[in-house]
């Protein structure tokens, strides 16, 4: 089937638009879009061609089988986005109404929102400075110090209340330092639970992100490296966490033909229409890595000699899909800080962005423990995300670096 997809210009490395130093780039440069590169049209046309286009269908289970096979996990469940799938995952790693789940404050406010879904509380722990992911040593720290271990229970010392799991998420596509969360994880039996919705494609000591813990979430919303138009997948090696998720993501029917159902069920399937979009961005993922990482490599190499722009860290044990590109404005030596510099490149039609508020900040969650986390504030202050797209052509991030450098 043949498509009219034209080849993206960052991937073959050609500019499709011209660019003069200074100039205002025409109809602007976002900050993260899709890109379309290959058999999506066919794919989605074959589900209207056949009919298959709601909660089952072959692209469902192709695409369950593909991401699998790709994060190297025995099962992969679809659902209609990365939100549910944490929701599910916490129910499946045991998590109950009025436990407590640790996770990082400077994170999108997903996952938080999930463990209130859930019925429990998150605990917000501070970023660690160097790579911006939750810190190991604060979590360790915050179990043995702050917690009661006794009967196989731990409990938060200031609220009494039963803590049940670790959400590490791997912020901007930069993997958690997971040894060292999974050792405190395991010192108290605490199933972790990875948020790899950033990072699907990165690597912690050579083992993709998405199978370093219990189970993990995975997002294809719009703004990820590949997109299904919506959608997320829970993986796990856990054949009983996996048939609960199964189970639960689909209304919890016990008998098919007779509709019994033993427990509130959710209606959380992906749709094989947009399996069918994911299948086909799934084909160009290990592509569209390689463009990721070509624009942060030139990103670096352009920041490194711009006094008070620090350009995005990876560690040498990680290797990070660098999901949203983001510097750190250090005002005292830049000249401005890094909402002065959103405005400015907002004036040449330059989109960034500020990471998210951090949650122990949030109104929404004011009702969660409160804690210190200085290091989340800070980088929140100096922190900008701009343009990352896959297809960001040569020009554009020319443009954007000619910008932040003026
Ligand atoms: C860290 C994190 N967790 C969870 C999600 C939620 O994924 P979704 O938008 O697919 O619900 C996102 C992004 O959207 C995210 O960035």
């Known amino acids: 089937m043949s498509t009219s997809y034209k080849k993206p210009s960052a991937l073959s490395g050609k500019p499709t638009k011209s660019y003069e130093p200074g100039a205002k780039v025409e109809g602007g440069i976002p900050l993260c879009v899709p890109e379309m590169g290959g058999n999506e049209w066919a794919y989605i046309k074959d589900c209207l061609d056949t009919g298959w286009v709601s909660s089952v269908g072959s692209y469902v289970n192709r695409f369950e089988d593909e991401i699998a096979e790709k994060i190297g996990v025995k099962y992969a469940i679809a659902c209609v986005n990365g939100t549910a799938a944490l929701h599910i995952a916490l129910l499946v790693a045991g998590v109950e109404p009025d436990d407590e789940v640790l996770m990082p404050s400077l994170t999108f406010i997903a996952p938080a929102n999930a463990v209130r879904y859930?019925?429990?509380?998150?605990?917000?722990?501070?970023?660690?400075p160097e790579y911006w992911q939750m810190d190991p040593a604060l979590t360790a720290d915050f179990l043995d110090n702050q917690c009661d271990w006794s009967d196989g229970t731990l409990r938060n010392k200031s609220t009494g209340r039963r803590v049940k799991a670790i959400l590490p998420v791997h912020v901007g596509g930069h993997p958690v330092d997971m040894d060292a969360i999974n050792a405190a994880a395991?010192?108290?039996?605490?199933?972790?639970?990875?948020?790899?919705?950033?990072?699907?494609?990165a690597t912690y000591k050579g083992r993709m992100t998405g199978r370093l813990g219990e189970i993990a979430c995975l997002s294809f919303n719009g703004n990820k490296v590949i997109t299904s138009g919506g959608g997320g997948m829970i993986v796990t090696d856990d054949e009983q966490m996996a048939a609960k998720a199964r189970y639960l993501t689909t209304q919890a029917k016990d008998d098919?033909?007779?509709?019994?159902?033993?427990?509130?069920?959710?209606?959380?399937?992906?749709?094989?229409?947009?399996?069918?979009?994911?299948?086909?961005?799934?084909?160009?993922?290990?592509?569209?890595?390689?463009?990721?990482?070509?624009?942060?490599?030139?990103?670096?190499e352009a920041f490194e000699s711009v006094p008070?722009?620090?350009?995005?860290?990876?560690?040498?044990?990680?290797?990070?899909?660098?999901?949203?590109y983001t510097v750190l404005v250090d005002e005292a030596v830049y000249g401005m800080d890094s909402r002065a510099l959103l405005r400015k490149l907002g004036e040449r039609k330059i989109q960034a962005r500020p990471l998210w508020q951090p949650i122990h900040l949030s109104k929404a969650h004011a009702d969660s423990p409160r804690a210190d986390c200085p290091v989340a504030e800070r980088l929140n202050r100096m922190a900008l995300s701009i343009p990352s797209s896959v297809g960001l052509t040569a020009a554009e991030q020319a443009a954007v670096i000619e910008a932040i450098r003026g």
């Not at 859930?118 to 660690?128: K, R, T, Y």
């Not at 395991?186 to 494609?201: C, M, Q, R």
């Not at 008070?308 to 949203?324: C, D, K, R, V």
Request: aromatic content about 12%; glycine content about 6%; proline content about 4%.
């Open 118 to 128: 859930a019925g429990a509380w998150p605990v917000f722990i501070d970023s660690e």
């Open 256 to 300: 098919a033909v007779e509709y019994i159902h033993h427990e509130i069920g959710y209606n959380y399937r992906l749709t094989n229409i947009q399996a069918a979009m994911g299948c086909a961005q799934l084909e160009l993922l290990d592509e569209y890595l390689v463009a990721k990482r070509r624009i942060a490599a030139n990103y670096r």
């Open 308 to 324: 008070g722009i620090a350009p995005m860290p990876q560690a040498e044990w990680a290797e990070s899909t660098f999901w949203l």
């Open 186 to 201: 395991h010192k108290y039996d605490l199933p972790v639970i990875e948020d790899a919705t950033e990072s699907l494609g």
